[in-house]
């Protein structure tokens, strides 16, 4: 349950440091910056509201508290009178909305991030459309302890907005939700509404499908739902301008850039380590009545292939590279530049005269100056190319400004 008593509640002291990041909008209170607590141990403090205060004591603002994550508080409101519960949770969700069905009001795209969690503020929820399946992902302990108290009027706010299942990705066992569809270390359980698993959605009017119950992250990545349009686009101007179209798509999933390719005009290669993966793909050319059997699928290690594809000679017009991301952690970060910059000349070695690279990256701890260095001549041993422009997240996908690491996405244009 939510601590509300209000003397009682937990007081979080934290640093002059931490308490400027956070006046300024960050919405992260890291263990480093605590100073005192009298509820940072123990069982119990899991998930409790916790007044924030600096180290003068002044009130800053309300968080939920995680004793044991290295993100000791995640902030959800400054000012002496912050607070945290049902109806905050509601405004924030109902603010959120009114953008969405701005950005979204033309009904060609029905598959699009509802909450993205510390942009919408609110900390570590995660909540995305796939036609009339919303599925829910939270992001740490605090934030699954605190959820049912403050998500109590979510089923009606979603029923609102033509939702008819709510499924909840990598929820504990425990709770009274059915549950459905598990891998070892994956659970679904399901809020209302009937049980899905695949979802068929348009982006920009293009039909895909979406396998909500296994696929990567809640179902597909929404975050380069533009970056697919680009793709599209890119291979529009080629072949108006009378060049060739052969298309290369590095770590392809579920086949969303292939698909955008493949419907411009394009000649498709796409390789995924997972043959899963590309008969998720199939199945969405179908629907886009693309015939697959006029494309590549190959299922292989980037990396190998790469070399192998190399050696015969072989070049396309278009190189994209989507890898998951390289660098989980700021201690993977020189190990995640170094398989980047190994990636992008592999992709250099066969890009054609003329060719786009198109390089993205997922990695937070990989900023965009530098990975774009891993795009330089040195990088790819080749002085010919230019970065045309360099793209992030879609605006179903707000950040804060004191947030960077909420600004996760790279996508780099280069010809």
Request: aromatic share 6%; charged share 25%; with cysteine.
């Amino acid at each position: 349950m939510i601590r509300t008593a209000p003397e009682d509640v937990t007081q979080v002291v934290v640093s002059p440091k931490g308490a400027e990041s956070m006046r300024r909008g960050h919405p992260w209170i890291f263990r480093s910056a605590v100073l005192d607590t009298c509820s940072m141990h123990g069982h119990d403090a899991l998930g409790s509201i916790c007044r924030i205060v600096s180290d003068k004591r002044e009130r800053l603002g309300c968080g939920v508290l995680d004793p044991s994550s290295p993100i000791a508080v995640r902030v959800w409101g400054l000012g002496p009178d912050a607070t945290l519960n049902a109806e905050v949770f509601r405004a924030r969700v109902e603010r959120a909305l009114v953008l969405r069905r701005t950005l979204f009001a033309d009904g060609d795209t029905t598959a699009y991030r509802i909450l993205n969690g510390e942009g919408d503020r609110v900390p570590g929820i995660v909540l995305d459309r796939y036609a009339d399946v919303a599925v829910l992902k939270i992001d740490g302990d605090a934030a699954r302890h605190v959820a049912p108290e403050i998500m109590r009027h979510l089923e009606g706010v979603l029923r609102d907005e033509g939702i008819t299942t709510l499924l909840d990705r990598h929820a504990s066992r425990a709770g009274n939700a059915q549950s459905f569809g598990c891998a070892k270390d994956k659970r679904i359980e399901i809020r209302f509404g009937p049980a899905r698993d695949k979802v068929h959605v348009t982006e920009h009017g293009v039909p895909f499908l979406v396998d909500v119950v296994r696929g990567q992250k809640t179902g597909a990545f929404l975050d380069q739902r533009e970056n697919r349009r680009r793709v599209g686009e890119l291979v529009t101007a080629r072949l108006r301008a009378g060049r060739s179209a052969r298309v290369l798509n590095l770590f392809s999933y579920a086949g969303g850039f292939s698909i955008r390719a493949a419907l411009a005009g394009a000649t498709v290669t796409s390789l995924d380590i997972a043959a899963q993966a590309h008969a998720s793909a199939q199945e969405s050319f179908k629907l886009a009545g693309i015939a697959p059997s006029k494309h590549e699928f190959i299922t292989a290690d980037a990396f190998a292939w790469l070399a192998d594809a190399k050696r015969r000679g072989r070049t396309w017009d278009v190189v994209i590279s989507d890898p998951p991301s390289f660098a989980p952690n700021e201690r993977a970060k020189p190990k995640a530049i170094a398989a980047y910059r190994t990636l992008h000349r592999a992709c250099a070695d066969v890009l054609a005269p003329h060719g786009h690279l198109v390089a993205a990256s997922c990695s937070s701890h990989v900023d965009a100056e530098e990975f774009a260095a891993t795009l330089n001549d040195a990088a790819l041993l080749r002085s010919d190319l230019s970065l045309l422009e360099m793209f992030g997240l879609p605006a179903d996908h707000p950040t804060l400004p004191n947030f960077p690491e909420g600004r996760y996405l790279k996508f780099a244009v280069l010809t």
